[in-house]
């Protein structure tokens, strides 16, 4: 078995046709790339980060987590990980000066999800198509191509004045494994999860006035578009649900919560926005998540496949009166943690 370094895009590509042609054994590795690169432009994302984006760069980083969870142990449940894979799977993220731009390597994280993924069952055509979409859609190449027609079509024009060959390449490859039948479920499931990762930086950020990713530019109106979009098969409705909590993260707006159904294994996120909240209800949220027991909640759920992806917590089911829209002081919460 031949190993192959792979440290740029055109590499990738070649990597991908040797294989894909069946005549070689080769196997693959990532050094120095892909890499992530994210930049959002506007008056607040100068060099800073608001809590809310920085939500947004959370968001993403769980998401690579998710999917790693989902391709070893078959659940999408973060507590399945190890401290070890957690940091294994981290994502530094640097901000440049004059924009607030995020970049990093990718290049470990790439070579663990490929470690996880059954490439032993596919043929050499299932394994190029798998890595076309999953390296694609981790790095963020071409994201959001299949929602929006305007980013289509000008991804297609980029690459078609391209001075080098390679990025229509690249292009081309992801469109026919984002397309065919025989891309591998498991690739599908990075994609679905890292573009909504990428989807939660865009909507960290909703006043700024254009982003980029990996040099492919969105407007304002196409980063609105994006965050209001919903995938065709996803239900919003009102849930009444005991959960266990997780974890809780907290900004001076709002809490962000990991939940589960009790005797789920499966987890997702969900939003208290502590200017709505009731604030008598806030000691029951970390009494709960204190002592792992389950929690009564009334709340507004985005449904897939039959199960939560995310919600938005409007109260504790025990307490009526935390409809109320009231607002909440800075006694009233623990104090925040490292």
Same mark, same amino acid.
Request: with cysteine; net charge negative; hydrophobic share 35%.
């Given at each position: ?66 999917s790693y969870a989902e391709l070893k142990y078959g659940t999408s449940s973060l507590l399945r990980l190890t401290n070890e894979e957690k940091a294994s799977l981290e994502i530094v993220f640097h901000i440049d000066q004059g924009s607030t731009e995020g970049d990093g390597s990718l290049d470990g994280v790439a070579n663990r999800l490929l470690d996880k993924i059954p490439f032993h ?6 394994? +190029?198509?798998?890595?076309?979409? =999953?390296?694609? !859609? #981790?790095? %963020?190449?071409?994201?959001?191509? @299949? ?55 865009? +909507?960290?950020?909703?006043?700024? =006035?254009?982003? !980029? #990713?990996? %040099?492919?530019?969105?407007?304002? @109106? ?117």
């Amino acid at each position: 078995m031949q190993l192959l370094a792979i440290r740029d895009c055109e590499s990738f590509i070649e990597a991908l046709e040797r294989i894909e042609s069946g005549l070689e054994d080769v196997q693959i590795t990532f050094d120095g790339w892909p890499n992530f690169e994210v930049k959002i432009n506007g008056e607040r994302y100068n060099s800073t980060m608001t809590s809310k984006l920085m939500q947004g760069f959370i968001s993403y980083q769980e998401e690579v987590l998710r999917s790693y969870a989902e391709l070893k142990y078959g659940t999408s449940s973060l507590l399945r990980l190890t401290n070890e894979e957690k940091a294994s799977l981290e994502i530094v993220f640097h901000i440049d000066q004059g924009s607030t731009e995020g970049d990093g390597s990718l290049d470990g994280v790439a070579n663990r999800l490929l470690d996880k993924i059954p490439f032993h069952k596919m043929t050499p055509r299932q394994i +190029a198509l798998c890595l076309a979409l =999953t390296i694609g !859609s #981790v790095a %963020g190449y071409f994201v959001f191509s @299949e929602w929006q027609e305007t980013v289509r079509e000008q991804q297609r024009f980029d690459s078609q004045a391209a001075t080098e060959s390679h990025y229509e390449r690249l292009f081309g490859k992801f469109t026919e494994a984002l397309n065919s039948p025989e891309t591998p479920q498991e690739a599908r499931r990075v994609h679905e999860r890292t573009q909504e990762g990428y989807k939660a930086i865009f +909507a960290g950020a909703p006043d700024a =006035t254009s982003a !980029s #990713v990996h %040099g492919k530019a969105f407007t304002r @109106e196409q980063m609105h578009e994006i965050t209001s979009h919903e995938a065709p098969s996803r239900l919003r409705l009102e849930r009444h649900d005991s959960v266990i909590i997780e974890s809780i993260k907290r900004t001076p707006e709002y809490l962000t919560l990991t939940l589960r159904l009790p005797n789920e294994e499966t987890t997702f996120t969900g939003r208290i926005d502590l200017m709505l909240f009731s604030p008598d209800s806030l000691p029951k949220v970390f009494d709960a998540f204190r002592d792992s027991t389950p929690i009564p909640l009334f709340h507004y759920a985005t449904e897939e496949a039959g199960g939560i992806v995310k919600t938005q917590i409007l109260a504790v089911d025990a307490q009526p009166e935390s409809h109320e829209t009231t607002t909440v002081t800075r006694e009233t919460l623990p104090p925040l943690t490292e």
